[in-house]
């Protein structure tokens, strides 16, 4: 059993402290914001009930979840701090700052960065050895992935130790071999967004389309066989073919007027009620909780 802390109790916090306790381990979280600790607990018990657990198995999941109201009272005892703060780097920097001042050297101290270098992430601590990228997918008591990086500084054995940690918990760990923005996962997901913006600058379709091909196509087919194994099953000479023909049609662009025009008119997505789609109150929760389902349908072993 270990015993750990988490910094930021928001979405990812809170998701992560789930899936650690469900695993038998204690934790306790701090926030900065007094509203978002003093949800924790419903917070919490919202996602048990998403994951169908009886009360007799949640009980002793919530009871081993604390909110701790100090970042003080959050070190107490801990093994390993997770920070799954706002992805801004400065932010991140700051908190790293405050939390060396209280934890011996040696503690392990893992980011939840989503698409932040793990190095810059780690300028400016004491230790950067100890600093571990590790990359939890939402919802993360559902999601099986993972992705475990080190820093320019990181000491390997951090990393070896994380990964031990999560493959022993049932997770399924990748560990990368260095330090990319973005790690895998959302690297191949915003290539794919990225795309997808820039068929709507085009006029070829709607939003609802696109995620209407997404989901009865793509969406399916690499839950059960990933883009490499694809590529070899169909062939590497037809993969190689079928690129060199539509690579050059292909976005790379590095500015989004397809984002642009809404977020300039205040549509910010489900938060303000319209975006690419539109978000009645109602449709948020109901897309939570298809999220959480079709996942656990489609979960598939390594
Ligand atoms: N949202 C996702 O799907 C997702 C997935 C994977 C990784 N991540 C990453 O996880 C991290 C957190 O994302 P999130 O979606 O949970 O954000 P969030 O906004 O829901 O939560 C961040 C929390 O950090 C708290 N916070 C801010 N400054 C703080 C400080 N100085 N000390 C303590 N708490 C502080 C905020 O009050 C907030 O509750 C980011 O790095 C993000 O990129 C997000």
């Not at 657990?53 to 959050?74: E, F, H, N, Q, Y």
């Not at 810059?120 to 919802?139: D, I, S």
């Not at 794919?192 to 091909?213: G, K, S």
């Amino acid at each position: 059993m270990t015993r750990f802390g988490i910094i930021g109790g928001g979405l990812m916090g809170h998701g992560i402290a789930v899936a650690l306790a469900q695993a038998g381990h204690h934790v306790a979280v701090f926030d900065a914001d007094p509203a978002t600790l003093a949800s924790l607990d419903e917070r919490i018990a919202r996602a048990l009930e998403r994951c169908a657990m009886p009360p007799a198995g949640a009980g002793p999941v919530t009871a081993r979840i604390t909110a701790a109201k100090t970042l003080s009272d959050m070190v107490v005892g801990v093994d390993a701090v997770l920070e799954a703060v706002p992805e801004r780097l400065d932010v991140k920097q700051q908190v790293l700052d405050a939390l060396e001042a209280k934890i011996p050297a040696v503690t392990p101290v893992w980011s939840n960065t989503s698409v932040l270098s793990l190095t810059e992430v780690g300028k400016g601590m004491r230790h950067p050895q100890r600093l571990v990228g590790v990359h939890w997918w939402n919802p993360p008591y559902v999601m099986p992935l993972v992705e475990v990086a080190p820093g320019a500084e990181t000491d390997r054995r951090f990393v070896q130790e994380a990964c031990d940690l999560l493959t022993g918990m049932g997770r399924t760990t990748v560990r990368l071999h260095r330090d990319v923005p973005g790690f895998i996962g959302n690297r191949l997901q915003f290539a794919l967004v990225r795309e997808a913006l820039h068929l709507l600058e085009q006029d070829v379709c709607d939003p609802v389309t696109i995620d209407t091909v997404m989901r009865a196509s793509l969406g399916l087919r690499w839950s059960s066989v990933g883009p490499m194994e694809n590529a070899d099953f169909i062939g590497l000479d037809l993969t190689r073919d079928i690129l060199v023909s539509l690579a050059p049609h292909l976005s790379a662009a590095v500015t989004f007027p397809a984002l642009d025009k809404p977020l300039d008119a205040g549509h910010r997505g489900r938060a303000s009620g319209s975006g690419l789609l539109t978000w009645p109150p109602e449709r948020g929760e109901e897309v939570a909780e298809r999220l959480e389902n079709g996942i656990r349908r489609n979960l598939v072993e390594p």
